[in-house]
T-cell receptor
Framework: DAGVTQSPTHLIKTRGQQVTLRCSPK?????VSWYQQALGQGPQFIFQ???????QRGNFPDRFSGHQFPNYSSELNVNALLLGDSALYLC???????????FGSGTQLSVL | DQQVKQNSPSLSVQEGRISILNCDYT??????FLWYKKYPAEGPTFLIS?????DKNEDGRFTVFLNKSAKHLSLHIVPSQPGDSAVYFC???????????????FGKGTKLSVIP
């Protein structure tokens, strides 16, 4: 049983560019959320998708947007990249109202 | 304003001894708490959790204690093993904050080193 899978694992971009990160949830999971983990910090909630709609959003600007597809997979898009967007981006999934959140290995984004 | 705090950035423990990792929270609406373990270059792995209606939950070598009045929880690992060396994150969630919403709030983590 595959867990949460994310692609790519590493990415290097320059300031002002746009990036798309992808996530496939664990089998049987229908809810996907995204977190940003800066160096030395805990993961910070970006937003959550359920039934292809954004259900909740953390304190992140509109440059961060997302999408969930009918097969429950998800994308995170970041526009107009800033140096401060350099971080590990984690995707997590859960099944229904189960309290346990399962995380992928993340995408390490470096903005130069 | 940090709602979940892990005040010890690091902890070193001898193999076989007990490891105690602490976590404090400020939001009284949090009703479910989780501990995650993270190795370098990997995502956080779920370890153990506890509901606010309980004060203790045990799973093998891992036990989580919750003191609601003090807004404090702790993770005990007994006995500690070298493979337990990792960063441990405490997370909290308000499970009834709204339809479909589920937002974990994490602490900054504690790096545990278990010395052979």
């Amino acid at each position: 049983d595959a867990g949460v899978t994310q692609s790519p694992t590493h990415l290097i971009k320059t300031r002002g560019q746009q990036v798309t990160l992808r996530c496939s949830p664990k089998s049987g999971h229908d809810t996907v959320s995204w977190y940003q983990q800066a160096l030395g910090q805990g993961p910070q909630f970006i937003f959550q998708y359920y039934e292809e709609e954004e259900r909740q959003r953390g304190n992140f600007p509109d440059r961060f947007s997302g999408h969930q597809f009918p097969n429950y997979s998800s994308e995170l898009n970041v526009n107009a990249l800033l140096l401060g967007d350099s971080a590990l981006y984690l995707c997590a999934s859960r099944a229904g109202r189960n309290e346990k959140l399962f995380f992928g290995s993340g995408t390490q984004l470096s903005v130069l | 304003d940090q709602q979940v705090k892990q005040n010890s950035p690091s902890l070193s423990v001898q193999e076989g001894r007990i490891s105690i990792l602490n976590c404090d929270y400020t939001n009284s609406m949090f009703d479910y708490f989780l501990w995650y373990k993270k190795y370098p270059a990997e995502g956080p792995t779920f370890l153990i959790s506890i509901s606010s209606i309980k004060d203790k939950n045990e799973d093998g070598r891992f036990t989580v204690f919750l003191n609601k009045s003090a807004k404090h929880l702790s993770l005990h690992i007994v006995p500690s093993q070298p493979g337990d060396s990792a960063v441990y994150f405490c997370a909290a969630v308000e499970t009834y904050s709204g339809a479909g919403s589920y937002q974990l709030t994490f602490g900054k983590g504690t790096k545990l080193s278990v010395i052979p």
